[in-house]
């Protein structure tokens, strides 16, 4: 079975200011299939996000290829984005992004209702009159109660009258609201007070029940969090792949000296 989304090959470098360029990711492949959980796991700057945000059509590459269904997302010389693509414009409206910090996510001037909704009207639901307010209400109810939030008088509410948790919660909602078939969270805890961690874990685990189709990419520095999410784990130390395989045995049974000090590190 070809994967959902495919990265193959990918080399990606940043300027660095008189000093050329400094290369983040060498030769790196990582794929996703349906339905599944990949986690990317490794020390800061290992090139994680780089390596994402690739795969998900947000940032170019060096060289190397990415493919959503069989059609190029990043191809060519200079990896470029193939923006009039199949696969790129599929992706776009087929995926659902969650990063670090809510508020950065969130219109401050928009209302959580608005905020969740804008996904849904900019595919064209809403706008041309193919769904009508009330189903635009029970869309974004839904999608904020998989999120673990009541909608009632969260719907009217602006981000600063948010907690960090809620306000994550409300990204969720937003990135699962028209249905993608594939999400990235880049860290999706790391901004959230500990003690509210778990919602925010237990929003996806709750999104992957109820979604058995949706692919799920996540990175995180917290092991017990893909330890409780994951298939699938891909570790990156300064941007080359380490260990790559099913959580269990990954985490189980590391080989790369790397990743059993990650694992050593995590007391799992
Ligand atoms: N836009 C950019 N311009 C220049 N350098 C960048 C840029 N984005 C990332 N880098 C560099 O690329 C390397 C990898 O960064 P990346 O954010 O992918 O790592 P990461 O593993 O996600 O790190 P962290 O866990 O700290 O978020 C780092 O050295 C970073 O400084």
Known sequence: MNALLSASHIVKSFPV?????QQVLFDVSASVDAGECLAVIGGSGSGKSTLTRIMLGLETADSGTVT????PVVAGRGGRIAGSSEGFRALRHESGLVFQNPFASLDPRWAVFRSVAE????AG???RGNVSRAELVEKVSKALRTAGLEPGDMLSRRPRELSGGQAQRVAIARAIVASPKVILADEPMSAIDVTVRVQILDALAAIRAERPDMALIIVSHDLGVVQHLADRILVLHNGHVVESGPVGAVLGHPQADYTRDLVAAASL
């Open 17 to 21: 200011a008189g000093r050329g360029r």
């Open 68 to 71: 959503y269904e069989g059609s």
């Open 119 to 122: 996904p849904l009207v900019l």
């Open 125 to 127: 639901g809403a706008g």
